[in-house]
């Protein structure tokens, strides 16, 4: 699926529900739901079109990363596999820092480059740790998908 395909059905989505909405609790014939494909996407890229106008600058890709907030990222683990995690709000950086072993990266001064590529160095903690040993220290992850694993092949439509 594509991007625009995809936020412009959840944009679809929703305003299908509140149409729904809107005639169970007013009565009436229901709406018309008028959505181009691309709309929805420049709705959630407008902090880029903003930045664009401002400086001229066009923002370079980063892959996965922040560049407004670290860590972001999806990173590697000792088993090999990766684990999308935000720690984008302090409380949460701080959790996620003593999680790995580097109780003192979250109150570094000045604070932790966004794209930095310390986090991912070897030793930087997540190299130290398993996918499934980082649950029940408080952080909040996410697998990231594994293109070989049977379940997201079925996903994507690889049926062999």
């Not at 609790?25 to 494909?37: F, S």
């Not at 683990?77 to 995690?85: A, E, P, S």
């Not at 070897?122 to 998908?145: D, E, H, Q, W």
Request: glycine share 12%; charged share 20%; aromatic share 8%.
């Amino acid at each position: 699926m594509y991007l625009a395909d995809g936020v412009a059905g959840l944009y679809g989505a929703s305003a299908a529900m509140i149409a729904l909405r809107e005639v169970e609790v007013n009565g009436g014939r229901g709406q018309v739901i008028d959505l181009p494909l691309l709309d929805p996407l420049f709705a959630i890229l407008s902090p880029q079109v903003a930045n664009y106008r401002l400086t001229g600058k066009v923002k370079p890709r980063t892959g996965s990363r922040s560049t407004n907030s670290a860590p972001r990222n999806a990173y590697i683990c000792k088993d090999g596999k990766y684990v999308g995690l935000s720690g984008a709000i302090q409380k949460m950086a701080e959790r996620l820092f003593r999680s790995i072993g580097r109780p003192s990266a979250a109150t570094r001064k000045p604070p932790v480059p966004a794209a930095g590529s310390w986090i991912t160095s070897p030793g930087c903690g997540f190299t130290k740790r398993t996918m499934l040993s980082m649950s029940g220290r408080g952080v909040k992850y996410c697998p990231a998908p594994d293109c070989g694993d049977r379940h997201f092949a079925l996903e994507a439509g690889d049926w062999r």
